[in-house]
């Protein structure tokens, strides 16, 4: 089922990431929330970039990263 | 099977950044500084060419223009991001507290990873330019890193150096990629193994002119090749020629 795996989208912007399994609870965003029930007028919080160009990435997080744990 | 792109230089996405108005913020030196960005691949506005070239997404042309010139202080994560000087002086900072002055021949990796800014400054009259290249890491969230480096075009004279990789000497990152650049004043032929098939070398020439797998390439002209276990290049006289290679 691999429509169920969370995915992690990158801005090509700036480089911020977006987890579907973190969310970004800090923007209001909550954890689950899959990118394609992100508003399409959603923009990334650090530099503006439109969500339509963000690329969807499948890299695994840095050894010590808090979300190592969950995204191997 | 083999697999290329050609690039002419005309092809490129081109945009002018100035420092007042709407990206006052993005780009320092009003009223008078402005950047030339000529783009190899999608990058902001500009979104009618191709999104990348394996782990590539921004090869960027630049030119910084007036005293003051700049990116502004701002933040990234994730992204390699490499400035090759060409002319000028470029003053780079950023937040893992590095303030540097890289002059032609200079050259910098800064691994953005869990987070950091950086700003890129012309603090001269004359215009900097620079070759901006952005890498997708291998890993989210890494560890911020930067490393400088120095090409001696004397030195590495007709022969094909890495500057950027795992090679011994080269600035290394978190990512199976390699930058290289070959400065030739004698005719010569250049033969280059990609590490296996599965990685391509996005060829871009400087300055001078290259036949690159049988393609004449100009001025700021570009080829990509795939698929291959080598192929060849042929200086008739000076040229400058950057290789980025990159797992696919």
């Known amino acids: 089922m691999t429509d169920d795996v969370f995915k992690r989208w990158l801005c090509l912007g700036c480089g911020f990431s977006y987890d579907e399994a973190l969310g970004l609870p800090e923007h209001g965003i909550a954890p689950g929330t899959r990118w394609r029930d992100i508003p399409v007028d959603w923009c990334c919080p650090d530099c503006g970039t439109p969500k339509s160009r963000f690329e969807m990435v499948e890299i695994g997080y840095a050894a010590g990263q808090p979300v190592a744990d969950i995204a191997a | ?248």
């Not at chain 2, 001696?152 to 000497?169: K, Q, Y």
């Open chain 2, 1 to 248: 099977m083999s697999n290329s792109f050609v690039l002419r230089a005309e092809e490129r996405g081109f945009d002018k950044i100035v420092s007042t108005g709407a990206t006052a913020a993005y780009v320092g030196g009003h009223p008078d500084a402005f950047i030339t960005r000529w783009s190899s691949f999608n990058f902001h506005d500009y979104q009618d060419g191709r999104p990348g070239f394996g782990r590539i997404r921004v090869f960027g042309d630049e030119t910084f223009n007036s005293p003051g010139c700049s990116y502004s202080m701002h933040r990234h994560h994730n992204f390699i991001i490499s400035a090759i000087v060409l002319e000028g002086k470029l003053t780079h900072l950023n937040t893992l507290g590095n303030i540097d002055e890289l002059l032609p021949g200079d050259f910098y990796a800064f691994s953005a990873g869990s987070g950091g800014f950086h700003e890129e400054l012309n603090m001269q009259s004359e215009p900097m330019k620079a070759i901006y290249l952005w890498l997708i890491p291998d890993r989210l969230l890494l560890p911020p890193t930067y490393a400088r480096g120095h090409f001696d075009a004397t030195a590495g004279m007709n022969r094909i150096t890495t500057l950027i990789g795992s090679d011994e000497g080269a600035v290394p990152i978190p990512q199976d990629a390699r930058v290289a650049r070959l400065v030739s004043d004698a005719p010569g032929t250049y033969q280059y193994e990609p590490r296996s098939r599965g990685h391509g070398v996005y060829v871009f020439v400087v300055e001078g002119e290259v036949v690159c797998d049988g393609t004449l390439l100009a001025r700021r002209d570009s080829k990509a090749v795939w698929g291959v276990d080598e192929f060849v290049c042929r200086t008739s006289g000076g040229a400058d020629v950057l290789f980025v290679e990159t797992i696919l």
